[in-house]
């Protein structure tokens, strides 16, 4: 008979190993469905895990899409350690699409050119502060009038979807662009520089290491970041110490609605160089399990904020390769948040294997 | 033939050996005494008894029968109660319904109602049935309990730490009752850690000590001092109580009133008190009495207190954040260790930065090296056992944790310090330790305030004493002066000039009148 038994001290070990043992039990039950779909499992799951690393171009890709899943998650651990659950990064990163390309736009427009040295900064200040603002609506509701900030943050994405939906149905349709609806592109000037030759990596995965030393700094060796976790962890030492809680929130909220901006001027001026309709593709929802996969620690959420990336890229690849279905990128992710939840469990108990006689005893 | 009988009980959990061999013998009509520290196994001991936890190894025997306990029906069933610490009752249902809920459903309502008024008859339980039990006082639901349990016709019957919520007068009654119960041959197990009360009610004692039995004695015939030896295996060292002449006036409350958070809270009504430097004021006070709220409104955590209601050497603080008090002077040790004291999962090193922030830079920097050398530092110097300062809160005893708390604000050389429940939970050598830093910072100058649920600890240490009761407070009176039975008398609210609430009290001594009017002035 198995049974679960309380351990003294949470193992640290468990902790770090509760995501391999997640991901090791995602590709079992991924291989599984891919013989239930017919597929042979060791292809596919070469597809996701082994394939997407094969080759220079297929993992600077990797690193392209984990640079926003990195940047948003950092703010959502900062978020999530101080107990506020901003669910909505995905609407703070449109907003950052929205704000940060909107300059770039407004400069392609009216035909300044500016040095990519101002142009490219501006372009990302506009992104953060338009991420902070959608944040701080957040913010407002759960300080003034104690809304959730769950069901809020949330709600917003969809407010966001559709402003980004009107900007580029209305007003910032490119008049030459035979009625779709999106932008012109931007001018060369704003884009991100590129990192890596004949690659589309930009210099946003570096600012994305920065930010997690950065983060590291704010979350472990600044007295700000020590009070916003008393704040998540025991919110009655905080008032005991007389730690605000409505400035605690106001940080957690900035600072990853902030960054998930950051995210989305980058990934403005990065990779889409225009806004349409479907610059969002739930990385801020993403991000989340990065986040958690991570174990809230910035050094964890780059290699989490990787292997998710890798996920996407595989989905992909799955797609035109073995014709997998779409949905099969998020069943996986979704598999692995649930799993690594459950092997959580394993952090504070472990298991034992009674016998029959001693539970009869 | 024995009631109850536990031989060679053990019991083994991850990290400690909770049990080791234990035996108990309890006969039929006694009131037998467990004793023991926090921590000795007391409830280890008592929840194997109850069928809530299973021995590892040993036998126990119910009216010289082996039985196997396997969960509390059928402890119940054998014609074991427990009336446990923290209460388990509804707050929004009558004391009927309470009792009806806990009992099988054989019989109806109103004949349970009519079973409560007799044992309360019987027994000298005052407990009005129909009342709901949120406007019952901690007593009352105390007794509600009691005769839920009764009406099971228990014999045997397990008491954890009965008197900690009661009132001086409420524990005679209550003694009144227990040896009524006794008399009529229903065995008691009484746990406690008082000592003055085991002598005046028990005629047997067991006492643990790490989970062993270190003596069975009768505690009619041995003194406090060899009780605690078998308890602590040494007698607490005696406190050094030199007389200090109060200095200057460091807070002044006055007309401190802050309305009730939820409906179960406490409003605060009309405070009014001094603490001078160089004394220590003791609160006495039934728990649930606005203690908690005056404690959150004096350390900043309530911020609702009336303007210039709070002063420090003279400046008005009512609206200061806890922080900010504390930069004034101000430092305060809560009730609840884990959780408010300090963070559960946050090493001893992290929590120091919690209320002593030298180790942080102006420019909020966090100095790793300084804030470890500070939390080493209380570690060694008030004789904290930990796993090094890298240890989390949660991984020390109460009473090691308790020296942590306590000793980082003493360490912050406060001119005011207050603190609730100092030695609540606590062993008695901690609690020496942390009474004996209390009197000496005193002796340094610093004004004390200290709130306690235990009267004997507010007589051994405090100068002065006040007593709230129903969010009020009564005047003060010095402790030399002071009884028992009068502070008992006032914390049921009766004290001179108590206006309403204190209709019909007995008249204050002319001598006693005067000291409150000058202490209040």
New interface residues.
């Given amino acids: 008979m198995l049974r679960l038994?309380?351990?003294?001290?949470p193992s640290k070990l468990m902790s770090l190993l509760s995501p391999v043992l997640a991901l090791v039990l995602t590709a079992i039950l991924a291989a599984l469905l891919f013989v239930a779909l017919g597929k042979d499992p060791a292809k596919g799951l070469g597809i996701f895990f082994v394939e997407p690393l094969s080759n220079l171009r297929q993992f600077s890709e990797v690193l392209l899409k984990a640079t926003p899943l990195i940047t948003i998650a950092l703010g959502l651990a900062v978020c999530y350690r101080s107990n506020v659950w901003n669910i909505g990064a995905e609407g703070q990163f449109l907003l950052g699409v929205l704000s940060g390309g909107g300059v770039a736009l407004w400069l392609t427009t009216s035909g300044i050119v500016l040095p990519k040295i101002v142009a490219v900064p501006l372009v990302l200040a506009a992104g953060v502060l338009g991420g902070m603002a959608w944040a701080s609506i957040t913010a407002v509701l759960r300080d003034k009038f104690n809304a959730s900030e769950i069901l809020v943050s949330l709600m917003l994405v969809y407010v966001a979807q559709q402003l980004v939906n009107y900007m580029v149905f209305g007003p910032w349709k490119d008049p030459a662009g035979f009625n779709f609806p999106q932008t012109k592109n931007f001018d060369a000037s704003t884009w991100l520089p590129n990192l890596l030759g004949g690659t589309r990596l930009h210099i946003g995965f570096l600012i994305a290491l920065v930010l997690v030393g950065l983060t590291w700094v704010f979350m472990f060796?600044?007295?700000?970041g020590?009070q916003l976790q008393?704040g998540g962890?025991?919110p009655?030492?905080a008032?005991?110490?007389?730690?605000?809680a409505s400035t605690s929130l106001w940080t957690a909220l900035l600072i990853s609605g902030g960054l998930a901006g950051l995210a989305g001027g980058m990934e403005a001026i990065g990779s889409f160089k225009q806004i349409t309709p479907h610059v969002s593709t739930g990385l801020g929802f993403t991000a989340i399990i990065v986040c958690f996969v991570g174990r809230l620690h910035p050094v964890g959420i780059i290699f989490a904020g990787l292997l998710l990336s890798m996920m996407i890229i595989g989905g992909e690849l799955g797609q035109s390769r073995l014709g997998l279905p779409n949905a099969l990128t998020g069943v996986f992710q979704g598999l692995l948040l649930v799993l690594l939840l459950a092997c959580d469990t394993l952090i504070h108990y472990r298991v034992r294997v009674r016998s029959a006689l001693a539970g009869a005893h | 033939m024995l009631r109850l009988e536990l031989i060679g009980i053990s019991k083994q959990y991850p990290s400690v050996r909770a049990n080791d061999n234990v035996n108990l013998r309890v006969l039929p009509g006694e009131i037998h005494a467990v004793l023991g520290e926090n921590g000795a196994g007391k409830s280890t001991m008592m929840k194997m008894i109850y069928g809530a936890v299973r021995p590892d190894e040993g036998e126990i025997r119910w009216n010289g029968e082996k039985v196997e306990i396997k969960n509390p029906q059928q402890a119940r069933a054998l014609g074991i109660s427990m009336v446990f610490q923290h209460f388990s009752l509804f707050d929004t249902l009558t004391a009927a319904e309470n009792v009806w809920l806990g009992l099988d459903k054989s019989m109806k309502l109103p004949e349970i109602t009519q079973r409560i008024t007799q044992v309360s008859k019987d027994y000298g339980l005052d407990v009005e049935p129909l009342r709901p039990v949120h406007s019952l006082s901690v007593g009352e639901r105390q007794r509600v309990e009691i005769v839920r349990s009764l009406l099971t016709s228990p014999k045997l019957l397990i008491l954890d730490e009965p008197t900690s919520v009661l009132t001086p007068q409420a524990v005679q009654k209550l003694f009144v009752t227990l040896r009524k119960l006794a008399a009529d041959g229903c065995s008691i197990l009484y746990i406690s850690h008082k000592l003055d009360e085991i002598r005046a009610l028990c005629h047997n004692c067991t006492v643990l000590r790490g989970g062993k039995v270190t003596g069975m004695v009768d505690p009619r015939t041995v003194d406090n001092a060899g009780l605690s030896r078998l308890m602590i295996g040494a007698e607490p060292p005696q406190l050094q109580h030199k007389q200090v002449k109060a200095g200057a006036v460091v807070m002044s409350v006055q007309g401190l009133s802050v309305p009730k958070l939820d409906q179960f809270g406490t409003t605060l009504s009309d405070i009014g008190f001094e603490v001078r430097a160089g004394e220590i004021v003791g609160v006495a006070g039934v728990s649930g009495n606005g203690q908690q709220e005056l404690m959150a409104a004096l350390s900043g955590e309530d911020p609702r207190g009336p303007q210039g209601s709070i002063k420090l050497f003279g400046k008005d603080i009512a609206s200061h954040s806890p922080r900010r008090r504390r930069k004034e002077g101000l430092h305060f040790v809560p009730e609840e260790r884990l959780g408010r004291g300090a963070v559960p999962v946050m090493s001893l090193a992290q929590n120091t930065l919690l209320t002593r922030t030298e180790a942080v830079s102006g420019s909020g920097w966090i100095r790793s090296t300084a804030v470890d050398l500070l939390a080493a530092n209380l570690i060694s110097r008030f004789n904290v056992k930990a796993g090094g300062t890298g240890a989390a809160a949660k991984s020390l005893s109460g009473g090691n944790l308790q020296k942590f708390i306590v000793g980082r604000e003493i360490d912050a050389n406060p001119k005011l310090l207050i603190v609730s429940q100092p030695t609540w939970g606590v062993d008695v050598g901690a609690a020496a330790l942390i009474r004996g830093e209390l009197l000496k910072l005193r002796d340094a100058g610093c004004a004390l305030l200290i709130v306690s649920e235990e009267l004997d600890e507010l007589f051994e240490i405090a100068d002065r004493l006040i007593v709230i009761a129903q969010g009020r407070m009564s005047p003060s009176i010095p402790t030399a002066e002071a009884t028992i039975e009068r502070i008992g008398e006032w914390m049921s609210g009766l004290w001179p000039q108590a206006g309403s609430l204190g209709a019909g009290s007995a008249a204050p001594a002319p001598a006693t009148a005067q000291g409150v009017r000058h202490a209040q002035a």
């Fill in positions: 038994e309380a351990r003294p001290q060796r600044l007295f700000r020590y008393v962890l025991a009655a030492a008032r005991y110490a007389g730690f605000s």
